[in-house]
């Protein structure tokens, strides 16, 4: 009798733990950030941000370009971002994020 209430007290000790990661991964799946984090070139005054949005006809995509050194000089422009036309939510966010990224460590990335 020892042996099985030995087995069960892991179990249900751990199964509240395991109800609440599975909880928090499904929320966690549904709130995706709609903004990625700034992506910064190597001398600092050039950072880029990928953006995405679900429309009524489709996705959205952006990239949120930032130029200067402080927020009192920032100066901010958008380019659009062609993605394929049955991407879904993740893949054109994962598709912004890469081309703001290469954008800044590789295209812009000793910008004076």
């Not at 499904?26 to 950072?47: E, M, Y």
């Not at 880029?48 to 000089?73: D, I, M, N, P, Y």
């Not at 380019?79 to 939510?89: K, Q, S, T």
């Amino acid at each position: 009798m020892s042996e099985s209430s030995g087995l069960a007290l892991p179990l249900i000790v751990h199964w509240p733990y395991r109800l609440k990661t599975v909880i928090q991964r499904i929320i966690r799946g549904r709130r995706l950030p709609h903004d990625s984090k700034w992506f910064t070139n190597v001398s600092g005054n050039f950072a880029v941000r990928a953006h995405v949005a679900s429309t009524e006809k489709g996705l959205r995509v952006w990239l949120t370009l930032r130029r200067g050194w402080h927020s009192g000089e920032y100066v901010y422009s958008r380019l659009a971002v062609p993605v394929p036309e049955n991407a879904r939510w993740r893949k054109a966010y994962r598709l912004a994020c890469r081309q703001a990224e290469h954008l800044a460590h590789f295209r812009y990335r000793f910008q004076p």
